[in-house]
C-alpha cells in the first residue's frame, strides 16, 4: 500500500486545512484509514480514523470538537479537515492505514503500533 499525504502548510490560529490521504496499492474500501501527528521532539501522537466503510470515526479528545474525518472510496481518498486550529495543533501530520481481520475498538483504531503501511507525512503550521 502506498499513502501520499497532502495539504499542509501554514494558517494562523483559528484557521482551517483539508489534509488528503490518497491510497494505491490496495482495495481502498479494506483499508482503516489513521492520522497521526508529531511535534518536534514528541512521540507520534493518534489524531483521528475512520473505518472501512466510514461509518464509523474516531478522534482524539484534543480535536473532536474541530476536527473530521471523511473518506471518499471512489476517489481512494481520506480528508481530514481540521478548524480552529491552534499553535498547539503544529506538526508533521502522517496518514497510516492497516488491513485488519478482525473488527478495531476504539482503543485499538487509535493505535500506532496496529498500522503496517505509512504516508511521508505534511507538515502543518499554526502562528498565533
Known amino acids: 500500500v502506498q499513502l501520499q499525504a497532502s495539504g499542509g502548510g501554514s494558517v494562523q490560529a483559528g484557521g482551517s486545512l483539508r489534509l488528503s490521504c490518497a491510497a494505491s496499492?490496495?482495495?481502498?474500501?479494506?483499508?482503516?484509514i489513521g492520522w497521526f501527528q508529531q511535534a518536534p521532539g514528541k512521540e507520534r501522537e493518534f489524531v483521528a480514523a475512520i473505518s472501512r466503510t466510514g461509518a464509523g470515526t474516531y478522534y482524539a479528545d484534543s480535536v473532536k470538537t474541530r476536527f473530521t474525518i471523511s473518506r471518499d472510496n471512489a476517489k481512494n481518498t481520506v480528508y481530514p479537515q481540521m478548524n480552529d486550529l491552534k499553535p498547539e495543533d503544529t506538526a508533521v501530520y502522517y496518514c497510516?492505514?492497516?488491513?485488519?481481520?478482525?473488527?478495531?475498538?476504539?482503543?485499538?483504531?487509535?493505535?500506532?503500533?496496529?498500522?503496517?503501511?505509512w504516508g511521508q507525512g505534511t507538515l502543518v503550521t499554526v502562528s498565533s
Open positions: 497510516a492505514a492497516d488491513a485488519p481481520t478482525i473488527y478495531y475498538s476504539a482503543s485499538e483504531i487509535s493505535n500506532v503500533k496496529n498500522y503496517d503501511y
Open positions: 496499492g490496495r482495495t481502498f474500501s479494506s483499508l482503516v
